[in-house]
């Protein structure tokens, strides 16, 4: 215990006689300027020889109470701060000498650190077609043949045509004649020399009006269904000669057309609209 008393008032001691030594030190230099090393500024000078100085008066260390603290613990001395005074900046005489030569002309490349580890899919190549002939070398291929257009008489019926002629002219009321009337009316025999036929008399005795389309067996039998025809125009004409002169003229004429084997006979107020629409079905 004895022992480190004295060591506390020993440090204490050495710290005071540090401190009175350096304020001598400083009061001695307090007339004289600063000599300026090479490259040093006056102010780095002024602010060395304006630094604080510790005061003798202000105790560093009261050994009295340290030593009541340290009870049986043997305290290290502690050392005496030295006060260091800040050191003079120096510029650079010229500001171009600290400057590169030159600059680096490549720069550093910069590695990957890790490889991908799924490779990238590949696209597909296109399968490529090889043109069989080059172009311009292909022979022209062989003109279609024309097949022969089915003759009308081979998908039309009598019944079609008259059906057209009624719509697109306009007729009083008729009626149709089959049997032995058509024998008595057109002096033919139907079964002998008609595949088909539509026979459309005037219901009126007052009308001339009168249609008839017959289809042949053949083309041979023209000339007795057309003298058959004939005269049944010439009997109407025959009857309306002396009364309804309108109708007698209607009647005077009429028309015989033939289609390859399909015949007309028409007495009407408009014989052109009539012979339109049986020409309509061979053009």
């Given at each position: 215990m004895i022992n480190n008393k004295r060591l506390l008032q020993t440090a204490a001691a050495l710290t005071l006689a540090l401190s009175l030594f350096a304020a001598g030190c400083s009061n001695g230099n307090q007339g004289d300027s600063p000599d300026l090393e090479p490259g040093e500024s006056p102010s780095a000078a002024t602010e060395t020889s304006t630094a604080p100085s510790p005061s003798p008066d202000t105790p560093t260390a009261e050994p009295s109470a340290e030593a009541d603290q340290l009870d049986g613990a043997s305290p290290s001395p502690t050392a005496p701060e030295a006060s260091a005074a800040p050191s003079a900046e120096t510029k650079p005489a010229d500001e171009d000498a600290v400057k590169p030569a030159a600059k680096p002309t490549s720069k550093p490349t910069?590695?990957?650190?890790?490889?991908?580890?799924?490779?990238?899919?590949?696209p597909t190549p296109k399968p490529t077609v090889n043109p069989a002939e080059k172009p311009g070398t292909a022979k022209p291929s062989a003109k279609p043949t024309e097949q022969p257009t089915v003759a009308p008489e081979e998908t039309v019926s009598a019944a079609d045509i008259m059906d057209k002629i009624l719509t697109d002219v306009e007729m009083p009321r008729l009626i149709s004649v089959t049997g032995e009337r058509v024998k008595d009316s057109y002096y033919f025999n139907p079964d002998e020399l008609i595949s088909?036929?539509?026979?459309?008399?005037?219901?009126?005795?007052?009308?001339?009006?009168?249609?008839?389309?017959?289809?042949?067996?053949?083309?041979?039998?023209?000339?007795?269904?057309?003298?058959?025809?004939?005269?049944?125009?010439?009997?109407?004409?025959?009857?309306?000669?002396?009364?309804?002169?309108?109708?007698?003229?209607?009647?005077?004429?009429?028309?015989?057309?033939?289609?390859g084997k399909y015949v007309l006979l028409s007495i009407s107020h408009d014989q052109k609209a009539v012979k339109a629409a049986f020409d309509s079905f061979f053009q």
């Amino acid at each position: 215990m004895i022992n480190n008393k004295r060591l506390l008032q020993t440090a204490a001691a050495l710290t005071l006689a540090l401190s009175l030594f350096a304020a001598g030190c400083s009061n001695g230099n307090q007339g004289d300027s600063p000599d300026l090393e090479p490259g040093e500024s006056p102010s780095a000078a002024t602010e060395t020889s304006t630094a604080p100085s510790p005061s003798p008066d202000t105790p560093t260390a009261e050994p009295s109470a340290e030593a009541d603290q340290l009870d049986g613990a043997s305290p290290s001395p502690t050392a005496p701060e030295a006060s260091a005074a800040p050191s003079a900046e120096t510029k650079p005489a010229d500001e171009d000498a600290v400057k590169p030569a030159a600059k680096p002309t490549s720069k550093p490349t910069v590695k990957p650190t890790a490889k991908p580890t799924a490779k990238p899919v590949q696209p597909t190549p296109k399968p490529t077609v090889n043109p069989a002939e080059k172009p311009g070398t292909a022979k022209p291929s062989a003109k279609p043949t024309e097949q022969p257009t089915v003759a009308p008489e081979e998908t039309v019926s009598a019944a079609d045509i008259m059906d057209k002629i009624l719509t697109d002219v306009e007729m009083p009321r008729l009626i149709s004649v089959t049997g032995e009337r058509v024998k008595d009316s057109y002096y033919f025999n139907p079964d002998e020399l008609i595949s088909e036929g539509v026979y459309n008399q005037a219901m009126m005795n007052t009308k001339a009006t009168e249609v008839v389309v017959v289809k042949l067996k053949s083309e041979e039998h023209f000339d007795a269904v057309e003298e058959g025809l004939t005269k049944r125009a010439e009997d109407i004409i025959e009857t309306f000669s002396t009364y309804l002169p309108d109708q007698h003229e209607d009647a005077k004429s009429y028309q015989i057309v033939r289609h390859g084997k399909y015949v007309l006979l028409s007495i009407s107020h408009d014989q052109k609209a009539v012979k339109a629409a049986f020409d309509s079905f061979f053009q």
